[in-house]
């Protein structure tokens, strides 16, 4: 029957088509609902080095590779938006931007953003400068200077990670001390090659096609100065694509979905994966082997709930 499946995915990012593939792979009716760009997050990237088996291709052409292979295999796609999921009996009822999906087992792959700093150029140089991962793109910026914003555990550790690869880094952070733990702290004193730039906003990233600098205020002075760097790294938090599942399953205090090692979350016939899950290692390999554990596991729970049809 028209929009009864198996298995609903939900997100087309790296976990989704991953879960797309295994699920279809094993032969269960499965559609994958997108309500934006399939490959999520990852489509933003001009180029992955660390893919296993991929020496680099543009995260958008490793998307489009992922989604013809699950297709290939009986993946269904949808460009629909899930707005809310609710539960009749065994079966899911998943409600869309256009009508509702029934399914068996959901699979929650709707990942999450990075918070933007919304200044002028950072939209535009995003991918020519501007990045939201130093453990992905720190190796792009090797021996130039770059700023790294923010004060919290994710700007210390990228940055520190970031330190190996650039020559030089100016840690802009908008209060006076930092916020990571003191580890961190300590570790990112004792690095010569990070600056600390106290109390300074970025009001805004500079460059045509390329970043060649960022535009700081800083919040004691008012006084107004340039920073001329190549790389722009914001770490200013993030926030799990999962408003829509509030109150249905537990979600640790950012948002994330609390799951065991194989993707189950405390709701029976629902899975999480990938970036929107808590503890993820947020990598396009830890968002996809996520997906493939989700969906050998709505594969048992069916085949135990649903045996004979
Ligand atoms: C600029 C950038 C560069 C990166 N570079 C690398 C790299 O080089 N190597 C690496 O390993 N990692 C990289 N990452 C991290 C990697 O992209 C993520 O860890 C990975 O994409 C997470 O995959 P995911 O499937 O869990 O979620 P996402 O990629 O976030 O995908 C989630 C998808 O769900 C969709 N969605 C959300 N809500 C709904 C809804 N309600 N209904 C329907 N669809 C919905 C979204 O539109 C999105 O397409 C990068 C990240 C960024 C931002």
Not at 71 to 83: A, M, R
Request: hydrophobic residues 40%; glycine residues 10%; aromatic residues 6%.
């Amino acid at each position: 029957m028209e929009n009864e499946y198996d298995i609903v995915i939900i997100g087309g990012g790296p976990a989704g088509l991953a879960a797309g593939l295994y699920a279809a792979r094993s032969r269960r009716r499965t559609v994958l609902l997108e309500k934006g760009v399939i490959g999520g997050q990852i489509s933003l990237s001009e180029c992955v080095e660390n893919y296993p088996g991929i020496e680099a291709i543009s995260g958008f052409d490793l998307a489009q590779a992922m989604q013809r292979q699950a297709e290939s295999c009986g993946l269904e796609t949808s460009y629909l938006e899930v707005v809310g999921l609710t539960r009749d009996d065994l079966l899911w009822r998943v409600r869309t931007s256009d009508g509702d999906y029934r399914a068996k087992a959901v699979i929650v792959t709707s990942g999450a953003d990075s918070n933007r700093l919304e200044v002028p150029g950072e939209e535009r140089l995003t991918g020519r400068g501007v990045s939201y991962c130093a453990t992905c793109d720190a190796p792009f910026f090797a021996n130039q200077e770059v700023a790294v914003v923010g004060g919290g555990d994710a700007a210390i550790d990228e940055g520190l990670f970031a330190a190996r690869h650039v020559a030089k880094i100016y840690l802009v952070h908008r209060r006076d001390q930092l916020r990571a733990s003191r580890i961190l702290q300590e570790r990112a004193f004792a690095n010569p090659k990070l600056e600390f730039v106290w109390s300074t906003l970025v009001t805004e990233i500079l460059g045509e096609d390329q970043v060649t600098g960022a535009r700081l205020r800083n919040l004691v002075t008012g006084e107004e100065s340039v920073l001329p760097v190549t790389g722009v790294f914001i770490f200013i938090g993030h926030h799990p694509n999962t408003e829509y599942l509030r109150g249905l399953v537990s979600m640790d205090e950012g948002g994330h979905i609390v799951v065991n090692e194989w993707m189950e979350t405390d709701v029976p016939g629902l899975l999480a994966a990938g970036d929107a899950r808590q503890n993820s290692a947020r990598q396009v390999v830890t968002a996809a082997g996520d997906g493939a554990t989700a969906a050998i596991a709505a594969e048992r729970y069916i085949s135990a709930r649903f045996p004979v049809e």
